[in-house]
């Protein structure tokens, strides 16, 4: 049997149970072929082409690499971040072991009132 979509299949089906209510009340006049066979081939149909359809694959290549892009991103600024923090720790250092230019001209001062 062709494919047929499983409207038409649904819409043959309730036809011929309407045609059987209706020849149960009169009498059959023609019949073109024999329903049961064309019943047996529509359910044949509906159990072959009508399984679980294939679950649609979802990449997440694409989410990966941007967290992939964002985790380089962060690992670069934490090491300018750092670079930034080692350089003031270092002029931090090296003004504490500086004089300071206030007490320089307080001992001027001093040594000038002397």
């Known amino acids: 049997m062709a494919h047929i979509p499983l409207e038409s299949k649904i819409s043959l ?24 066979d064309i019943f047996s081939d529509i359910i044949e149909d509906l159990k072959t082409t009508n399984e679980v359809p294939d679950v649609p694959v979802i990449s997440l290549s694409a989410t990966i690499n941007s967290l992939s892009a964002y985790q380089e991103n962060q690992k670069a600024l934490r090491l300018q971040i750092n670079a930034l923090l080692n350089t003031l720790e270092t002029i931090r250092e090296e003004e504490s072991e500086e004089i300071n230019l206030a ?9 000038d009132q002397n």
Do not use: P
């Open 13 to 36: 089906i309730n036809k011929y149970v309407q045609i059987n209510i209706l020849r149960n009340k009169g009498k059959a006049e023609h019949i073109d072929f024999l329903e049961n």
């Open 103 to 111: 007490d320089i001209i307080k001992g001027l001062r001093e040594m």
